[in-house]
């Protein structure tokens, strides 16, 4: 028996919208989510061929598994062979696929200020948080942070060679947990738009970049709540744009009723706690990164002038309190699922 219209659609085969080019299959979101970089990753895509684009999202999905082995700051693979190859003197032949983002970080670094600063991975380890579960018990000693903190451990320490790879200071850990992921955005909706996929929303753990829109909509964006469940605003955003939100409250330290969260202020070597989510939009989803993590270091004064150094004019950040300060840029799009202690619109141009 044939199949009437009611089949097709039931079929998910679509209609036929577009009579000037034939009949054509009707647009849907075609949604996979998988586990990587430590969190829940989903990929949409806007597609009228549901084959096409779940293949799309596999080369992607692996991509970001070979990214995570690659690029992870205290498992084995490439950037913890460079890291060894530091700690003994010696230089090495950095991988390919490493080299561009250890040259891009060393430049978001320099214009952070230092407050973004990826050699510090010997502090990050000794906060406890290179493990997979979080930490516990009472900070390290104040010595032994100290002493990290006088090493002075920067981007500016390697030498590059072409790819031969050597650090004056053997202090210099590399640790990309705030730059890679929006490395790999970027990487993922240039792929997808190789493939023909110009219209996708990818969220490694809430740090999310779009390309296109959601058929005749932007793409709607949650943003979450620092401190509950769920989320504080929401945003729409269409064309290429990343909206990367770095917080407190996901990876701290716990030690009786006291949290000593993931993000190190370099200076004093002690973890930032008065800013508890920062969110940064901007088409560079890698910048967007290291915005928002440096904007968390910066705090609830400093941050807008951290913001133009980096070149980042969409900002919000939320305090402690529960404040929100935010930039004219991103307060036209935000809408707040409940209104906060306080909304400040703060120009950082
Ligand atoms: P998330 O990975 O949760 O999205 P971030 O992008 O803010 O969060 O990255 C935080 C990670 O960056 C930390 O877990 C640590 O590995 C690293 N890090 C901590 N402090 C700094 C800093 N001051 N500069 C650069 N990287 C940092
Ligand atoms: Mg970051």
């Known amino acids: 028996m044939p199949l009437n219209r009611r089949d ?6 679509g209609a036929c919208l577009l009579p000037a080019v034939g009949c054509s299959r009707a647009e849907a979101v075609v949604s996979e989510e998988m586990y990587v970089f430590g969190t829940l990753v989903g990929v949409d895509v806007l597609s009228r061929d549901t084959k096409a684009a779940r293949a799309a999202i596999a080369e992607v999905s692996h991509a970001f598994t070979r990214q995570n082995r690659d690029w ?12 060894r190859a530091i700690a003994a003197g010696r230089a090495h032949e950095v991988d390919p696929d490493l080299l561009p983002l250890l040259r891009e970080v060393r430049e978001l670094a320099r214009a952070s200020g230092g407050l973004f600063n990826p050699a510090i991975g010997k502090l990050v380890g000794l906060w406890g948080f290179h493990h ?10 104040a010595r032994a942070v100290a002493e990290l903190v006088a090493a002075a451990p920067s981007m500016d320490d390697l030498e590059f060679d072409g790819a031969r790879v050597s650090s004056r200071n053997p202090q210099v850990q590399i640790d990309l947990g705030g730059h890679a992921k929006g490395v790999a955005l970027n990487r993922a909706l240039d792929r997808l738009a190789a493939l023909g996929h110009g219209n996708a929303l990818v969220n490694l753990g809430g740090n999310l970049a779009v390309s296109g829109t959601r058929g005749d909509r932007p793409w709607r964006i949650g943003v979450r709540h620092p401190q509950g469940d769920g989320a504080i605003a929401s945003l729409e955003v269409s064309g290429r744009m990343a909206v990367v939100t770095s917080g407190t409250y996901e990876r701290y330290r716990q030690d009786g009723d006291r949290r000593y969260p993931h993000i190190i202020d370099p200076r004093s070597g002690q973890p930032a706690t008065h800013v ?14 290291v915005a928002a993590t440096a904007l968390v270091v910066a705090g609830t004064e400093a941050w807008p002038e951290v913001a133009r150094s980096l070149g ?21 799009k935000v809408q707040f699922v409940e209104p906060p202690a306080s909304v400040k619109t703060v120009e950082i141009a």
Do not use: C, Y
């Open 72 to 83: 992870h700051a205290w498992k084995p693979g490439a950037l913890g062979d460079l890291n």
């Open 312 to 332: 980042v004019r969409d900002v919000m950040i939320v305090d402690e309190a529960g404040r929100v300060q935010l930039t004219p840029g991103i307060a036209a």
């Open 8 to 13: 097709f659609m039931k079929l998910g085969l």
């Open 276 to 289: 508890v989510s920062a969110t940064v939009l901007h088409p560079d989803a890698a910048r967007a990164d």
């Open 132 to 141: 997979d579960e979080m930490p516990v018990g009472a900070p390290p000693h």
